[in-house]
Nanobody, 127 residues
Framework: QPQFVESGGGLVQSGGSLRLSCAAS????????IGWFRQAPGKEREGVYC????????NYLDSVKGRFTISRDNAKNTVYLQMNSLKPEDSAVYYC????????????????????WGQGTQVTVSS
């Protein structure tokens, strides 16, 4: 069953850092755009960042610009989200998913074209 396995979440103080990993299982991710998403309690899931198959990066969320960085290592079949200067409002379950065509589809259609969703990893930032 193709899916992603997210890891690296945890409890961190405000201003701290975490590095999330998104490992593909059952498929190779090198031909996919990969997006990171998050969902806080009582809120809708929102896109954070996306990286194309060629390494192009598209930001979905202004509030994380300059603090979060997305990268991919196709040899390890893994995508990363480096999160610095974390704030309590970043607390959420973070997910990754694959899009077979482009990162730009999210801007028109939301995340419905993304697939292979994992179980997510919890990030909690204390004030």
């Amino acid at each position: 069953q193709p899916q992603f396995v997210e890891s690296g979440g945890g409890l961190v103080q405000s201003g701290g850092s975490l590095r999330l990993s998104c490992a593909a299982s059952g498929f190779t991710l090198d031909s996919y755009a990969i997006g990171w998403f998050r969902q806080a309690p009582g809120k809708e899931r929102e896109g954070v960042y996306c990286i194309s198959s060629r390494g192009g990066i598209l930001n979905y969320l202004d509030s994380v610009k300059g603090r979060f960085t997305i990268s991919r290592d196709n040899a390890k079949n893994t995508v990363y989200l480096q999160m610095n200067s974390l704030k309590p409002e970043d607390s959420a379950v973070y997910y990754c998913a694959a899009e077979p065509i482009s990162c730009f589809g999210y801007l028109n259609s939301g995340d419905r074209e993304f697939t292979y969703w994992g179980q997510g990893t919890q990030v909690t930032v204390s004030s």
